[in-house]
């Protein structure tokens, strides 16, 4: 490992300790660079978690620093992991998440992440540096964004020969937003971590490719399994390494290299991945894991025939063994194609299918589609993400045809692939930016390297300055039969200072105005930890909104213990980490059916979901609304995916089109459909809000619209608490009552007015049996 | 210990209160002082029964149920008045949040005295209903005292109720004929289930209003069976609520007094009896379920063992954590309070005491038996297999029957699924040994193999090298 | 009087009787029809009859509007859909266990009943579950199937029906196995294994030719990297007018885009890009002095100019975004 991280400096080709040094302190500035600038929201806020899942795992990693690993294995979710005793005795106060079904967490995540942090922390307990294990895990993204740097460096110096490509590509590693918004201190989230492997994995299968050596085979392995564990994301490097092998293969470009990298690889790295529990059997079970092992058979296969014409060299017999190798391919397939009809392999999961039919999800699995990562991209998302790499990446792309070596296929297929998934989800961007740091700095260092050459050529004949990339190019030019049609004639190098002089002006500023862009688009879009809301007052200065943790900390403080919180699935893991309460949901949607009952709930009328509150003890229910303050990402423009996916389960209960009005309007005032205002989640959102307003005023500043004049009546529950800008309401659901009257007749009488004596019945009258 | 500290507990509390299971202050609502004196002897046994009375005017407007919001009475016994209202202290919803607040009422009506329209509308919420008409009452013209009441034939002679059920408790049971003066018909709505009449009218009665002069009654408010004499309101929190349909039949001269039914000989009447009996439920002397402990452990750990290895010892008693497929046994202690202590609940074989272990649904349903009876409670006990299915389920008794107390008994327990430790190990599973076999020569034979390809190695050639490259 | 009464209560199980026996009549005749020709072709008239109150069987009839002149699409995307039901159902069900009628009514036959039930679009599908025997429903009110979803798949039909009428048998749907496609596709399959094996030593040198693949794979990059995805799968206009009769080439909204905007924004990634190579490869392997020169400021200027266009362009698609590049 150290080794593998020192080998580029002593590779220098002159003068190579000072270079060597030299490159050492760049890199660790860049590192330096990259951590910093990842800290805005720290410095703005304060050390704190963001936004939803990171506070799973942020609870998880407390477990396993309190209840070691073991336990955490077994972990059964239920809540309040600080607790002290034998571990049965612990994992019960847990009445977790998911409540009351339970969640087997252990065996339900990607420990790779609270592993690490938990390493981590107790290294540093070992060289007594006690730190909190909330700030280690704080700041795990920022430090492992510096070795994402790092490895881009390594893996970009294994593309060229140029010095300076491998410093570029740190660079755009390190700041780049597109990595960032991931990344910054406190998104404490599996990609956090994974980015870093999923970069290291790749070097390491490019030097194993390169030295064809059964170590560096392991080694990827190694940290194969290590993303495995990290990172459902794992399955894009399964995919891609098979990939890279077959159209090396197809190519012609078999060699022994290739057949000891990718068994070594294959081999161990399956085994690794099996070791999580997770992941278990798919390796072998599931679709998305099938190309690996075809490739891996027909690597065999390949082997096998070369070994046979280097005995015999013999036409017939060759063309024989074509044949015979086009044949059991085909039957290999037709085999797979059978064993996934008869069910043996798990078709693709919905989730992975979803990349290539994207109509899928929007259809079959609404919960997948109504996450918004799950969007595809429009095209200033790109930019905004990679600002200028995004024109340099195709031109970068572009060089790697010059001399089309095995480690440039690999990242022209990285290239196109990764982009398509980008293209087709918001959150696979994160896959694409390697990829477009390396081939952006691969365009750029050569740009560099053409016109910051001291000295001019004669136009005579080329200059030994002209070098430094001449001659690559030339070597690549000479053994590459047919070159680039740019790249046919010797390079001369560049004869006038003016032009050297405004490329290399224009470039710097370029990469100044990347650098601007990329602090800018940090600290305003990616460092608000969402569970903070910051806005700006009219004077300027910053208003910090805390509702949520207002809120979360009353449920903390004056709820029972045991209290049922019911919300949308979003706020699960916040309220299992902050309120310290059992959820019914929560963000890890395994249960499409529990969750459609938490929709159904929300969406039906008071008298539908009472009983579904009672059957599932729910004893608050928790909204989030942002009519009061505009803030736009509340429960009722959710509402339809809730709606959406209770319809999947109940079709004839539920039924999307009636919240709509007949022009096909999804409003919240007048026009609204009865549907629409007789909803549980449209009473709870606005019960007592015009009384904000004087009358008939009450206005929603997110929807834009006028209230009705009288709100709805809620009868079945109670305001419990309204956070200070109403971003939170909780409403407590109330007993049954203890006359055993309906709760609307209840409420009436407590109103004061009294039933009317109840008049003649017409009609047979029922009489009592007992 | 525990049993011990349970046992003491009881004990004190039979001493402490020989009475009522909810405090002893009864406020009696009467309007003057001549109403109060009629019903001496029904004051003297209440009294006697330990009882402190407060008698109070509606009229009085110190008058208050609640100070500091807390019940300032435990029960309330309002005695029909003549006035309309009942004035601010007695209004329905004060009443009503008496009852929510565990208070007793027993409510008395009488034909001769039209009844509040507070009270009517209290009663129409709880879904009992009064005839529409003020002033009219019960007749029978087959079962009526032919000495008071040989012309209006509304003095009604009934013989004590049959159970109500046939799982339900008697608590009004007895022999002995009760004379029911000018009666009121009371009407049970058939939803609610926290209603159940006391005393019916005979099937020949019906109410009618002797104000109206029209001969024949069509479509009276109630016929039959159908009406209630005597009705009883339960609600969920257990507080009673009573309507007694004829306030004279408490009257000192119903308790002595000789009736004559048609066609049989004069008789004693039992009013007196019957009242005991009525107030004593109503303000909790009879019917009061009491639950004890409650605990659950692994059937494993065996209960009778001492020392050491006993239940209490282990600690593991109500764990809050069992995996999937543990026996289970579930421990459950009831009494039954019965004028001024507590004796065993005993369940009649007509009914079941059931215990569920539920986690949406219930995944079982068990009968549990007694299994011990110590001087003033039942253990009930029940052991099981938990379904293989993890979750946070939890242990439920819920008893609900007429005239007795609810009880809803819920622990909640998580059940978790295996850990990986707790699967046999892979030599233990027979089926396994194939592939462990497997491993191993796998194993084997490529150590095997190396070392030969490390041992015979070719004389090295070459040209063969550069081929390789 | 009295013995009117009598009477009539002599009577009424007879007339029951009868309407039994009138409606189980009426099933088995439609059943039989409906074995010649399913569904079966409705009229007013037979309509009229199927439906008619006390039933023992249900119906599920689609009321349609197929001729040319109504311009019905979904009503004509349906019916192959509908008619494999009805025929699917009369062979499976062959002595009418399930008790259901199968029919369509066309507007062309049926005006009267599209005017009773005052209908004013098509295709509509009405099930009347059965008024006695199973899984009838009292009032026998009609239950009205949801075409809002576009055309629906003969087994969501099923699907429907099944919900509505649970007890009895349902019977499978059979798809006809499309001989003429499974044909199709392998004589072209075969003829391209043909083709490639004749043409195979010409068409190798284009398949290794290093260009080509080149280009391929930047042109797809450049698709996808300028959001055509997003097109595809949100169905985005081309070009949207703006208020005033104009084009407006760029939708407002960070993230919404329209489809030739799309293709602006890649024409200008791969002028970037372009002019990048040629500053990289092109212009240091030219030989003149001169023409270097001009190449560089050429390159450069187009860099310049197009680098600053789409950061202007970005501006609009981002209000508050600060930075800009002259000259634009």
Not at chain 2, 343 to 355: E, G, M
Not at chain 3, 261 to 269: D, K, L, P, R
Request: aromatic share 12%; with cysteine; glycine share 8%.
């Amino acid at each position: 490992m150290v080794a593998a991280a020192l080998e580029p400096f002593l590779k220098g080709d002159t003068g190579r300790n000072t270079r060597g040094l030299l490159r050492l302190i760049i890199l660790c500035t860049i590192a330096g660079a990259a951590v910093a600038s990842r800290l805005f929201s720290v410095i703005r806020f304060e050390s704190i978690i963001h936004e939803f899942d990171p506070w799973f795992n942020f609870r998880a990693t407390k477990y396993l620093v309190q209840n070691g690993f073991y336990s955490f294995w077994d972990w059964f979710d239920d809540k309040d992991v600080l607790d002290n005793g034998d571990r049965w005795r612990l994992m019960h106060r847990e009445l977790g998440t998911w409540h009351p079904l339970g969640r087997v967490t252990g065996g339900t995540l990607y420990p790779g992440l609270m592993v690490t942090s938990g390493i981590i922390y107790h290294i540093l307990r070992l060289l007594s540096m006690p730190v909190d294990i909330r700030n280690i895990c704080v700041l795990l993204a920022p430090g492992f964004s510096g070795l994402t740097a790092f490895a881009s460096y390594l893996i970009t110096s294994e593309m060229t020969t140029s010095p300076s490509a491998g410093l570029l590509a740190a660079a755009f590693m390190g700041i780049t937003p597109g990595y960032i918004s991931r990344s910054v201190a406190g998104s404490y989230d599996n990609e956090a971590i994974a980015i870093f492997l999923l970069v290291f994995t790749f070097y390491l299968w490019i030097k194993a490719v390169k030295n064809g050596s059964a170590m560096w085979g392991a080694l990827t392995a190694l940290f194969y399994g290590y993303m495995v564990s990290a990172w459902g994301g794992y399955v894009f490097i399964t995919n891609l390494l098979p990939l890279h092998a077959f159209v090396l293969i197809c190519m012609g470009r078999y060699s022994p290299r290739l057949y000891v990298s990718y068994s070594t690889w294959f081999a161990l790295g399956t085994l690794a991945s099996m070791q999580i529990p997770f992941v278990g059997f798919l390796p072998i079970r599931s679709s998305e894991h099938m190309s690996a092992l075809g490739v891996f058979g027909l690597v065999q296969l390949v082997a096998f025939v070369e070994f046979v014409r280097q005995q015999v060299p013999n036409k017939q017999f060759q063309t024989l063994l074509r044949g015979l190798i086009l044949v059991i391919f085909a039957v290999s397939m037709g085999a797979l194609v059978l064993l996934t009809v008869s069910g043996v392999i798990a078709p693709w999961s919905g989730r992975f299918y979803s990349l290539w039919d994207t109509g899928y999800a929007k259809i079959h699995i609404p919960i997948i589609a109504s996450v918004s990562e799950h969007q595809p991209t429009a095209w200033p998302a790109f930019f905004f993400d990679l600002n200028l790499m995004i024109w340099l990446f195709p031109a970068g792309v572009y060089m790697c045809f010059q001399q089309l070596k095995d480690e440039h296929v690999f990242v022209v297929i990285y290239a196109v692939l990764a982009s398509y998934f980008a293209g087709v989800m918001v959150r696979l961007m994160l896959t694409l930016t390697p990829v477009v740091c390396i081939a952006a700095a691969l365009a750029l260092s050569s740009i560099l390297d053409t016109y910051l050459v001291a000295d001019n050529p004669t136009p005579k004949e080329a200059r030994p300055n002209g070098q430094a990339t001449g001659d690559v190019v030339k070597n690549a030019a000479d053994y590459i039969k047919d070159s680039l049609r740019s790249t046919r004639n010797p390079v001369l190098g560049i004869y006038s200072y003016i032009s050297k002089a405004s490329v290399v002006g224009a470039v710097t500023t370029y990469l100044l105005l990347f650098v601007l862009h990329c602090t800018w688009v940090t600290s305003n879009a990616y460092s608000s930890p969402s569970v903070v809301l910051a806005s700006k007052l009219p004077d300027g200065s910053q208003h910090i909104i805390d509702d949520y943790r207002e809120a979360y900390y009353w449920l903390r403080q004056n709820t029972a213990e045991k209290a049922k919180i019911m919300s949308w699935w979003d706020y699960g893991y916040q309220i299992g980490g902050m309120a310290d309460r059992p959820t019914l949901v929560d963000n890890n949607t395994w249960n499409n059916t529990h969750i459609a009952t938490v929709g159904k709930a929300m969406s039906s009328r008071e008298e539908v979901s009472y009983p579904i509150l009672r059957q599932h003890d729910v004893d608050y229910v928790l909204i989030v609304f942002g009519g009061l303050l505009g803030y736009s990402g509340d429960d009722i423009n959710k509402f339809l995916w809730m709606v959406r996916i209770s319809e999947g389960i109940w079709p004839e209960e539920i039924n999307e089109r009636n919240y709509f009005t007949a022009r096909g309007e999804y409003r919240v005032d007048d026009e609204a459909t009865p549907t629409m205002r007789n909803s549980l989640m449209y009473k709870m959102s606005y019960y007592n809000y015009n009384a904000l307003f004087p009358a008939g005023q009450a206005q929603d500043r997110v929807r834009g619209s006028k209230l009705p004049a009288e709100g709805p009546q809620l009868s079945t529950m109670e305001e419990a608490f309204t956070s200070e800008n109403w971003i939170i309401r909780i409403y407590k659901v109330k007993d049954l009552d203890n006359v055993g009257r309906d709760h609307t007749s209840a409420v009436a009488f407590d109103k004061g007015n009294k039933k009317k004596k109840t008049a003649k019945r017409r009609g047979a009258r029922v009489l009592r049996v007992e | 210990m525990r049993w011990l500290l349970s046992l003491t507990f009881i004990a004190l509390l039979g001493l402490v209160q020989a009475l009522s299971s909810s405090g002893s202050r009864l406020l009696v609502v009467v309007e003057e002082a001549a109403e109060k004196a009629k019903y001496s002897t029904f004051w003297k046994d209440l009294e006697e029964r330990g009882y402190k009375l407060t008698f109070d005017s509606p009229k009085n407007d110190k008058l208050s149920l609640f100070q500091h919001g807390e019940r300032s009475f435990d029960h309330i016994l309002l005695l029909p008045a003549k006035s309309k209202g009942l004035g601010p202290a007695l209004t329905p919803n004060l009443l009503l949040q008496f009852i929510n607040k565990d208070g007793n009422i027993l409510l008395t009506v009488s034909a001769d005295a039209p009844t509040p329209t507070a009270i009517s509308s209290l009663l129409l919420e709880l879904d009992i209903h009064l005839p529409p008409d003020r002033n009219s009452l019960v007749v029978d013209h087959f079962n009526y005292d032919t000495t008071s009441a040989s012309e209006k034939h509304d003095v009604l002679i009934l013989t004590r109720s049959s159970p109500l059920r046939s799982d339900a408790r008697n608590f009004f049971g007895g022999d002995g004929t009760l004379a029911f003066p000018r009666a009121v018909a009371q009407e049970l709505g058939n939803t609610s289930p926290l209603l159940a009449p006391i005393l019916r009218a005979k099937s020949t009665a019906y109410s009618y209003n002797p104000k109206d002069e029209v001969e024949t009654v069509e479509d009276p408010f109630a016929v039959g069976e159908q009406i209630a004499l005597v009705s009883s309101m339960q609600a969920r929190n257990s507080a009673r609520f009573t309507v007694f349909g004829s306030a004279e039949a408490l009257e000192d001269k119903w308790f002595d007094a000789k009736v004559k039914p048609v066609g049989g000989k004069d008789s004693k009447t039992a009013n007196r009896e019957f009242a005991k009996q009525v107030t004593a439920w109503t303000f909790k002397e009879l019917g009061v379920l009491k639950v004890g402990r409650v605990e659950h452990h692994l059937s494993s750990i065996s209960e009778g063992s001492s020392g050491n290895d006993s239940v209490a010892q282990l600690g593991y008693l109500n764990p809050t954590i069992y995996r999937v497929k543990n026996d289970v046994t579930f421990n459950i202690e009831f009494s039954e309070y019965s004028y001024d202590h507590l004796v065993p609940l005993k369940i009649d074989p007509a009914d079941a005491l059931q215990l569920e272990f539920t986690m949406l649904s219930p995944f079982h349903r068990l009968d549990l038996v007694p299994i011990s009876t110590t001087a003033n409670s039942t253990i009930f006990s029940s052991t099981f297999k938990l379904p293989d299915q993890h979750g946070i389920f939890s242990f439920r008794v819920n008893y609900k029957r007429p005239f007795l107390t609810n009880v809803d008994v819920k622990r909640e327990v998580t059940v978790r699924h295996f850990a990986h430790d707790e699967w046999p190990r892979s030599w233990e599973i027979s089926a396994g040994w194939v592939w462990i076999a497997g491993v191993w020569i796998t194993v084997i034979g490529w150590v095997a193999f190396v070392g030969i390809w490390l041992w015979s190695e070719p004389a090295y050639d070459q040209s063969k090298g550069k081929k390789m490259q | 009087m009295k013995c009117s009464g009598l009477l009539a209560l002599a009577l009424l199980p007879l007339l029951c009787l009868g309407a039994q026996k009138a409606s189980g009549g009426r099933f088995e005749e439609f059943h039989a029809r409906s074995q010649s020709s399913a569904p079966l072709r409705l009229d007013d008239a037979s309509y009229d009859q199927i439906t008619a109150a006390p039933r023992n069987h249900s119906v599920v009839v689609l009321l349609t509007a197929l001729e040319a002149r109504f311009g019905c699409q979904l009503c004509r995307d349906f019916q192959p859909e509908w008619d494999l039901l009805g025929n699917s159902w009369a062979k499976g069900d062959r002595n009418g266990e399930s008790r259901i009628l199968l029919g369509t009514l066309d507007f062309a036959e049926g005006k009267e009943t599209f005017r009773k039930l005052m209908l004013q679009t098509a295709p509509i599908m009405l099930l009347f579950p059965p008024t006695s025997g199973q899984n009838a429903k009292p009032d026998g009110q009609p239950v009205r199937f949801d075409f809002t979803a576009g055309p629906q798949s003969a087994e969501s039909v099923v699907g429907w029906i099944t919900r509505h009428l649970p007890e009895g048998p349902k019977p499978a749907i059979q798809r006809p196995l499309n001989y003429f496609r499974i044909i199709t596709i392998t004589t072209t399959l075969l003829g391209i294994v043909t083709f490639i094996s004749v043409a195979y030593p010409y068409i190798l040198p284009v398949i290794q030719n290093r260009n080509l693949w080149a280009a391929i794979s930047l042109i797809t990059i450049l698709l996808f990297t300028s959001g055509h995805m997003f097109n595809h799968i949100r169905k985005v206009p081309y070009v949207a007018g703006d208020g005033k009769g104009g084009i407006s080439y760029f939708a407002g909204g960070f993230s919404n885009q329209f489809g030739m905007e799309t293709q602006i924004v890649a024409a200008m990634y791969g002028t970037l890009s372009f002019a990048t190579i040629a500053l990289a490869l092109k212009v240091p392997r030219m030989s003149d002095p001169k023409k270097q020169q001009l190449a560089v400021f050429v390159w450069g200027g187009i860099m310049l100019g197009m680098y600053s266009f789409l950061l202007s362009v970005f501006r609009i698609k981002n209000g508050g975004y600060p930075f800009h590049l002259p000259p634009f």
